[in-house]
């Protein structure tokens, strides 16, 4: 049977959402490689993300061609609401590890920015229980009816436990997340040395997952829409924010790093004390550019974050061309009092 067209619609919109999925993890990859910086783990998480994405379009397409979907269920044959629930199934476990790969990714992002203890030690162990919490569901959307056939089948005898209460459960930890990993980089950028407007700023690049928590919560709201005398057409606003959400938040995740093709959009020095970009540290004879902030320099994270933005955090932050290490050495040679004279010879 050809979707209704309802389903049209569902699939026409989540077509579009996912091809600019598309587009962003692809411009990701190739900032990454424009920078000649190595893929990290939250690069990889977000292409798997993306291949997610894709089957839960496949899964949609499907859902509304064979399973019904959009349509009334007194129009449906027996096999029809049969496939409905068989893809309504697929499409859970598709979608249990798919938001966790976002969430876990967006935290790997930050851990490549901040690299300070305390945020590593936070976001090891946020990212360990979003993992565990994604593990957790899976399994027991896999044991949510015994025997499991049960869930489309409902000529054989089985017990399910309450799909809809399941969904919320699931859900509300979703939104918890979802202000958590907003609400992360808050604090680090705030803390910066840097003026107020670019503090602003960079919270704005980092806000776009506001969205995110809005579509989060809208989803709770619509799983209270799914009629259990009608779910094939009620389930509509559900199946359609399933696909915001997440889409939503793939995108929204690559543009931190996407935006550094774009130089136009870079932050600008807005210090008085000087236009130059950087200050090296020459406070003391051996020591690591980055490793004390002087007077005239930079905030050393501020260059992190900016350089992770752009470059993914793994190079030298003031470019390959400058030395890890300065050494200054100057000896003094005292000449003899009949030469009346003392020579200075510096030697780098």
């Known amino acids: ?29 190739f900032a990454r490689l424009r920078r000649r910086v190595g893929l990290g783990i939250d690069d990889y998480l977000s292409m798997l993300s993306m291949v997610l994405m894709l089957a839960m379009l496949i899964e949609l397409i499907f859902w509304c061609a064979i399973g019904g979907n959009g349509a009334h269920v007194k ?32 935290i790997c992002f930050y851990r490549r920015v901040f690299a300070t203890p305390q945020f590593q030690k936070f976001t090891f162990g946020l990212n360990c229980l979003i993992g565990a919490w994604g593990a957790g569901i899976f399994l027991a959307c896999a044991g949510q009816c015994r025997p499991l056939r049960a869930y489309w089948d409902k000529s054989i005898e089985g017990h399910c436990f309450n799909a809809n209460l399941f969904f919320i459960v699931n859900q509300a930890f979703n939104v918890l997340m979802d202000f958590v990993i907003l609400a992360l980089p808050v604090p680090m950028i705030w803390g910066l040395h840097r003026a107020w407007q670019d503090k602003l700023a960079l919270n704005g690049v980092f806000a776009l997952g506001a969205f995110v928590c809005f579509a989060s919560i809208y989803r709770i709201v619509v799983l209270f829409w799914i009629s259990p005398t009608d779910p094939t057409y009620t389930v509509y606003q559900a199946t359609l924010w399933t696909h915001i959400e997440p889409s939503v938040g793939l995108i929204c995740s690559c543009l931190p790093i996407v935006r550094g093709l774009f130089p136009a959009f870079t932050l600008k020095n807005r210090s008085n004390r000087s236009n130059a970009p950087y200050y090296i540290n020459t406070d003391i004879s051996n020591s690591h550019i980055l490793s004390k902030t002087s007077p005239l320099s930079p905030d050393p994270e501020y260059l992190k974050m900016q350089s992770a933005i752009y470059a993914g955090g793994k190079r030298d932050f003031l470019g390959d061309e400058l030395p890890l290490n300065i050494k200054v050495q100057t000896d003094i040679a005292v000449m003899s009092d009949n030469e009346s004279t003392t020579q200075l010879q510096p030697r780098h």
């Open 1 to 29: 049977m050809a979707p209704s067209a309802r389903g049209w619609q569902m699939i026409e919109i989540v077509v579009v959402l996912v091809a600019i999925c598309v587009i962003c993890v692809a411009l990701r990859v």
């Open 75 to 106: 129009t449906l044959d027996s096999k029809t609401i049969e496939n409905y629930y068989k893809i309504f199934l697929a499409n859970q476990f598709t979608y249990f590890v798919l938001c966790p790969s976002i969430k876990i990714s967006i």
